[in-house]
């Protein structure tokens, strides 16, 4: 029969192993949760759409991604230098058209992403990608025995994007996580303490 001050020291252990663990799997946590959330939010969304107000064209100057989106703006009126110009008049004619009709000074956001080749159907708050590309975990807190590893952006550029994200749109991640994905997290956690366990076993 194991000795009682035996079992003690094996009991504390464990359980500073665990402990010691804790950082690391609550990092794995927060990379697999926002694995989970960018890969929903940019096939799904989270349940916003895009505005369908019309603003000016030369309000999206300078945010263009490709030369799809400096043309779309030049057709809208956008001049070289990101001023709004005066509308030309007629579109060129085309057989059968008797009415070209003039050229649209106001745009929306949609229209702008869908004229480069994105998805314009639900926001996913991936224009340029850098927001997610440089979204990490940031060094584990710890509070008690709560472990927890936040997400921040490793740059400032990206961490304004996540600021006013999450300003705009409150806990996008959380969102879009379902409770499906909670329960895999939950089981990653266990299977993490589990492997910690393994050598003790023997």
């Not at 989970?36 to 369908?52: C, N, T």
């Not at 159907?121 to 807190?141: F, I």
């Not at 996008?172 to 393994?198: C, H, S, T, V």
């Amino acid at each position: 029969m194991p000795d009682f001050h035996e079992v003690k020291k094996r009991l504390e252990e464990i359980r500073q192993a665990v402990r010691n663990s804790l950082p690391d799997i609550a990092t794995k946590i927060s990379l697999s949760a926002k694995a989970i959330a960018e890969r929903r939010i940019k096939d799904e969304g989270f349940g916003e759409m895009y505005s369908q107000n019309k603003i000016p064209a030369w309000f999206l100057h300078g945010k263009e991604l490709n030369q799809s989106g400096t043309k779309f703006l030049e057709q809208h009126g956008v001049n070289a230098a990101g001023e709004q110009g005066e509308p030309k008049k007629k579109r060129r004619k085309k057989k059968g058209d008797p009415d070209p009709g003039k050229f649209d000074k106001l745009t929306n956001w949609g229209e702008f992403r869908a004229a480069q080749g994105l998805q314009n159907s639900h926001v996913d708050l991936s224009y340029s990608n850098k927001m997610w590309a440089n979204t990490q975990p940031k060094d584990p807190e710890e509070e008690g025995d709560i472990v927890r590893a936040p997400l921040a952006a490793t740059n400032v550029e990206a961490q304004n994007k996540l600021n006013w994200n999450r300003d705009r749109y409150g806990d996008f991640i959380g969102k879009a996580l379902k409770p499906e994905d909670f329960n895999l997290l939950g089981e990653l956690a266990i299977n993490e303490i589990l492997a910690i366990l393994e050598p003790f076993q023997t």
